[in-house]
């Protein structure tokens, strides 16, 4: 039936010509996106829905680059460093871990760039973790591998060491959570599917333990852990308890003070040090003296 424009019912009368700046977020209209910024002033902050969520959130979680872009550099100078890229909604979460979960890699690598925390725990999934954990639990291996290749560049194996030792909100180390992930049915492991498009497949959890183990040996050699036990034991080694650790950090300072007794600071070593391979050993529950 043709369109009758004496027709005043016909529902699309009734919607609204401008969207809002979250739908223009989420869809990637630039040209919508941009007007709306127009709107702000200078330094403010960016406006939330009444979940606590930001534009910053919709268009990292569906890998709205372009979209991303104009928010950052809207939005940049609302807060020192620009740090409004680590902002928590009101649950506890960052765009970074939205678009971790979802695959959108180019956001994740934007979101990094201008200074999102990696090691930042998602408070809104208990549980969920930092970037790395929800990278994990949505099975996107290439932003998990990317997260790792950017930690190793501009922190070496002494922040590679900092992401096997963080822990989520229920204390599992990554390795330990990338086990839980891959135990589970592909049932359990469907919740990121409605992300394919965006993270171009579905997610796999097995794909996602490859890269672990990949960094996870490259951490364990710089200490001198290659005889220790196989990769495969790892994941099922529990953290100490958070009075272990501490002791252990007490035990270090001390021993450093006394003597850094090192075992080679020289180029490719990474700075390893016998009170630093005694460390990470406690932390994966091994004796390596």
Known sequence: MAWDSNNKTCPCIKTPYAISIFTAATYGDCSSLSKKLSLYPLNSLPQTDDSGYSPLHFAAQFDRADCLGLLLDRFSGSRP??????????????????????????????????????????????????????????????????????????????????????????????????????????????????????????????????????????????????????????AKKALPKKALAKKEKKEEDELCEENCDCLGTGTGRGGSTRTWERRFGAIFGFDTD
């Open 81 to 234: 460093g620009g740090v409004v890229v680590a902002d928590f909604n009101e649950s506890g979460c960052t765009p970074l871990h939205r678009a971790a979960f979802s695959g959108a890699l180019s956001c994740v690598k934007m979101l990094v760039e201008a200074g999102a925390d990696v090691l930042m725990n998602d408070q809104s999934f208990p549980g969920e973790g930092n970037a790395f954990h929800k990278s994990v639990k949505g099975g996107r291996w290439l932003v998990l591998g990317w997260l790792f290749e950017h930690v190793m560049a501009t922190g070496g194996t002494e922040a590679l060491g900092e992401v096997f030792s963080s822990e989520d909100e229920k204390g599992r180390s990554l390795v330990q959570f990338t086990a839980e992930q891959c135990s589970q049915s592909s049932e359990e492991q469907s919740g990121s599917d409605r992300f394919e498009g965006i993270a171009g497949g579905k997610g796999d959890a097995s794909k996602c333990k490859a890269v672990v183990d990949k960094y996870l040996e490259v951490c364990l050699g710089e200490a001198r852990f290659e005889d220790i036990v196989a990769k495969k034991a790892l």
